[in-house]
């Protein structure tokens, strides 16, 4: 270790030292909270959709709102104290707020005071086995999953509320977060737009706001990471085997594709050779809004197919992968072949024709019933009043 590091480290001991000491002394300003998405990384989220419900409800005056962020210059509305994620006015602010709302697991040096309430609102229901469920690892190649499930404990344990979806999310929970707080069953906020905005006026607004065409159908391209494609720890590729040559060729008189990273994924691509067919999404686009403006949308493990479901809308499984992603990174909670609600796909190849030749009588025939019974079961509580309900029970506490 060079000398700058260990300079470094100490410096850091230090700093967090104090910042233990000072939970001590440091009071809890009533109704003060602390919103977190994505880990800093952007404005999206359950965390935002409950944070615009505040500004909804004219409760700027009730509320002392704070986000946090890797990069304060982060664009919101409202008069929100944007902070620095591990900084000094985030220690302080950490130790200050009465709630914490986060929707991934907290700084592990996080000073949780006995008052604080740390409302949860993760970020989706699970098809990949996660947590303490997991029997293997290999994230950005860490492999240590004995490491990885005492942290993981450690981190969930401080938790005072979980929002969930469905009664099948509240029995994964239960295991993989060895949660024993209270569950919010009141579906995600994030997906309150999904219910109450779905309709022409709204999404032609988006529309226009993004600066998305109206004159061609909207696929939405949505992946999900993989495991073991990093550039380095948290940082990963973008995998696909998508032939983006061939679908511009055969769908772009048609359709426009947004392809949407997932936030852990950080690369920089290159799509101006398909500018009439893809539309290239800024960082800060929020998926839900994404999902209102799509008539299609293609995805793979990733648990978006359970929001997007409830627009009831064709979904297509792009998954080239499928036995490796299985036998060598995660495995699922339930057999995708059995309830996914559209076709599952292997080939670049067999997806353009697919979509080319889509026909949606055809896809209700085949798919209806099973998106019912999907819907029934994943999307039991989104009834489009979750952020009310976050709201309320601050106001009530």
Known sequence: MSLKSKIFNIVKKGLFGIYHLGSNFIPIKKNTIMFESSNGRNYTGNPRYIYEEILNQNLENEFNCIWVFQD???KIPGNAIKVKRSRFKYLFYSLRSEFWIFD???????????????????HGTALKKLGLDMDYLNMSGNTNIEKYRYEFKKNTSIWDYLISQNEYSNKIFKSAFDFKGEFLEIGYPRNDILINNNDEESINKIKDKLNIPKDKKIILYA????DNEYHQRGEYKFATEMNFDEMNKELSDEYFLIVKYHYLVKDDMDWTKYKDFIIECDADWDIQELYLISDMMI???SSVMFDYAILKRPMIFYTYDLENY??????????????VPGPIIKKSQ?????????DI??????????YNKFNEKFNQFDKGTASKQVIELMLNK
């Open 104 to 122: 991934s697991r907290h700084q592990y040096y996080l000073k949780k005071k006995k008052n604080t309430k740390y409302i949860q609102t993760w």
């Open 299 to 301: 995805t793979d493990y």
């Open 72 to 74: 304060t210059s982060t």
């Open 326 to 339: 299985k036998n060598n990174l995660r495995d699922f909670y339930f057999d995708m072949f059995e309830e």
């Open 350 to 358: 067999n997806l353009t024709e697919y979509i080319k030749n889509f």
């Open 361 to 370: 009588n055809q896809y209700n025939r085949e798919y209806k019933e099973k």
């Open 223 to 226: 992946p999900t990471w993989r």
